[in-house]
């Protein structure tokens, strides 16, 4: 039986792919001395690896394919095939930041003025890059972690990955610029790729990974409305396609069910009611999943 070699990001990126993982509907346990987790998929078989490191093992086909960020593609040059972005981080589900930060009384305001400076960071080649598109020379180390302390004595400033910023203001840093926005994808290895089995299971991975990040902003509503009242109903509901509607016992109502953005349920509730809507009900989703083109 053919296997699907899979990467794992272990790190801050960790629980949040298991957790995605779950809703998709695949159970990865996690053992503490294990690098290896198990899954109850016997054609996959997992391994966690540091998302700094990804790109490169899955460039060299030491691994099928797997998850990382954007970043760490960049800043290893990997030559990979990317199959799908996935929107999360650590704690949201937005894009994340590489970052310019300095101590708050520092007189640097934008990047020019770290002309000479020391910098650290752990995306150096990125850093160096960015810097040198800017015309500016600066000294820029490796940091092997706790970044955000290094300012003001064992650096000038930092180059540093934020999701919200509390870190860095909690540490009295304050943002001068941005090197890089980054998103989680799915990368492949070319030979991989290229056998069908193989970027067949990767492509149904990436599927069900994308439902489940596109569920968590939709609800669903269900609701009762007479015949008398759909179209007004309808008029105010922004349903991801046209509503389902089905016949009710009463030949004069019928039960109406939509997908919608969960950020306009709390004002589109009450409307629905104002335009004639009853026993409306609302609920969570696992998948939305995308139309397939043709």
Known sequence: MPVLQLGLPKGSLEQSTLEVFRKAGYQIS???RSYYPTVDDPEIE????????????IEEGIIDGGLTGHDWIIETGADVVEVGELVYGKVGRNPVR???AVPKDSPVQSVKDLEGLRIATEAVGMTRRFLADHGVNARVEFSWGATEVKPPRLADAIVELTETGSSLRAHNLRIVDTVCITTTRF???????QDAWKRRKMERLVLLLKSVLAAEKKV???????KTN???VIARLPALHKPTLSPLADSGWVALMAVIDETVVRDLIPAL????????????????VPDRCV
């Open 230 to 232: 759909l179209d007004a």
């Open 220 to 226: 669903g509503l269900m609701l009762n409305v007479s």
């Open 30 to 32: 996690v053992s503490s």
């Open 187 to 193: 990368i492949a290895n070319k030979t991989s790729w």
């Open 98 to 100: 590489w970052v310019v």
């Open 46 to 57: 997992c391994i966690l690896i540091r998302a700094q490191e990804m790109a490169r093992y």
């Open 273 to 288: 009611q104002e335009a004639g809507a009853q026993g409306i009900v609302e609920f969570g989703l696992n998948k939305v």
